[in-house]
């Protein structure tokens, strides 16, 4: 299966170094499948927050990242949005098994990552004539990238197409996350990745536009976190579209980069915050995009802690 | 008098605790109430900046929050946006006691803070059927909340309307500060509360936007800052609507969170930024959000500084 | 020649004062002259980074800072977008020779300087009734800028027109940096400048919107880096325009002003944030706006790293 834009020459599979982790690190395996899937943005048909019934219009086709077995033998999970969170300590290497695995669509895809190091070729971007290995990988095709977990590294990113049409199939739901944390440093209690990210009328031929949270749009559909108080909690939350977005808890604070107490924090396109505290206040608590037209378009959700 | 949406049953006063200060700590008690006023946007007709006549049409109805003597006897000073400043330190708590005096626009609405910390009842927040005492307040209902003022807690906060149509009324006016600081912390000489915000025709059934400080747009009619050289000043900027701001002085430049030298920082919606310096620099300055469309439309104001 | 708008009378050369530099600090020269010029967007009339043709409709008149030999004698090379980058130390202070040589357009235009210390002459801000000399260059005249690089003045920042007409002239192509250092501080191996702008309609009177760097619009018409393995690399980037963008780099991260790792850096209008790394990653890479609809409209460029 060809895909609509034509293969630069230069991406043509050639010999491509194995990275090796840093000694004492582990190689991060992970087999993940590009495929489309028939996504509900509010399954609930419902708004929880202001008790209103949506539209049972609410289905689009998905393309995005499934997480499978070695050697893509079977899906693991249900078919998510965002694709599956790839964790690592400093000294490891991700290695990303990629197939893409959609033949109807015709698109071109990859897996670009953020944060981490990587060779030319790991990229995974576009780049027209000057396209390496991993920057173009049409229907049918797999490629594995090596992604390497440096010191400078450390902390939450995403991972998104960058294939030729990227900013059309990231929109469809190409996009995960990348934890990487000091080597040995204590796994939070509780731990939630959100992108925040709009879905339009031309990527879903739907009749509204809905900013969601995951692909879901509106509480009750998009994730209800949860967590017990004395859990250490750990946030991490994205931007995944052309907007910027804030990202507000109630009855939360944590700590921006400088150390300074904030409840309410801006993430531009691709751009990431961690908010991470030890849960002390029991309840049902609201979360969402502070940008009060998100708000009203579905960026909202649960938080429900226990005493 | 009833609201146009329906006080879920939750919402009905319950017994809710009364929350006491931290050893040391003090009660910070404030009586506010929710009225409408006829507001001049432009009360100047004038900016000053540019020298230009504006519209004698610039006069809107403000949903605000009155600054009121105890038991709500009498209101203190003009009616103003925003709100008044609730000012508490380290270990206080503070006891809001809030009135919906509206009854026209039929509009239950609340007080939700950022910042400090809130037991679910004081959060300020409606949530359909989860909501909570605090979350719902009627035309002509009273609640008082309770806010704690933890360590975390040090900075400035925006309170506002998070009622069932809080998007609405707080873009009419329903938002104020909050400043919390160390215990015993030295009080700057000079304190200004600048919330950045748009009035849309929507909003105020004019015939154009204004980008506001204050409520009012555009230099001579937003706030005039005075200080003297030699003193210690503190600018508490908020984004107080859907945009992104962000705020400029002229001849003036202060540290981000990180530590980093700036004279332009941006806030997204409820977030905040404080600026603090001492005053070195006499003269008249132009003080503005630097978004040229932004400034175009209003926001924009002067600082006059003694030498 | 005289300007659309009247001058005011405040503005009317004063006797200003001579501003020396601190002890051991230094006189940075430097004539500078504002002109209109003929500008090409897109002079490769290609998209190398998706290797597509480009409209030969891509030249409008910009209005731009010039580099001058002094007295103002000569052009030191080609007309740019931005105006020459100021370098300076602490200690120091910038003189600023400014000439308003356009007479087409009929602009009264400033130099109006972000970062550094100024007396209100050199703010370089047409204020209406109360501009100062140094507010109101009309077409054919001169001032002399002096700004104080103080302790407080270390970074990177932009300059800009701020004229009475100062958004469209600004987005016309006024604007250009300061980068202002550490008396005897290493000064970086290779430094870029990148203005991130907005050309539109309106502007250009082209058919179409491009989202820029430094004047120019898609990979190969904007600025190609080039660097060498081993080298300290500084990116000033700026915001210029009324959006809110976010600079990305492929295969590279740095460091927040907090501290934190980041690939992806927010920059509002008139904001500035460096990149400094050291390069180790050899290769083609992409750097761009993530926002992608600024991505898709030209905002985009080359990294060109030698082994």
Known sequence: M?????????????????IQ??????????????????????????????NHPLSSRNTYTAYIYRHMTPGFAA????????????????????????????????????????????????????????????????????????????PGAVGAWPYHDHGPNHTLNTSRGLFGAIVVSERGAKVPDVSYTLMLHQLTPPITGLNRAFQCIN?????????????????????????MDSNFHDFHMHGHRWRDTGGAPTDTTTVGPSETMTARFTEDNPGRWLYHCHVFSHQDEGMTGWYDVEA
Not at 2 to 18: E, F, N
Not at 89 to 118: S, W
């Open 215 to 239: 692909g879901r749009a509106f509480a009750g559909n998009t994730p209800t976190l949860k967590a017990k108080v004395g859990q250490d909690v750990a946030l991490h939350v994205f931007g």
């Open 75 to 150: 899906p693991i999970g249900q078919p998510n949005i965002p694709g599956p969170t790839l964790y690592a300590e400093v000294g490891d290497v991700i290695v990303a098994h990629f197939r893409n695995a959609d033949t109807k669509l015709r698109q071109a895809v990859t897996m670009h990552p953020h944060g981490v190091r990587y060779n030319p070729e790991y990229d995974g971007a576009y780049m027209g004539k000057y396209t390496r290995a991993g920057g173009f990988v049409a229907p049918g095709e797999e490629f594995t990238y090596f992604w390497e977990c440096i």
């Open 2 to 18: 060809t895909s609509r834009v034509r293969k630069p020459s230069a991406a043509i599979a050639q010999d491509v170094p194995q």
């Open 21 to 50: 982790p840093a000694p004492g690190g582990q190689r991060r395996e992970y087999w993940i499948q590009a495929e489309t899937v028939k996504w509900q943005i509010t399954p609930l048909r419902k708004d929880e927050w202001h």
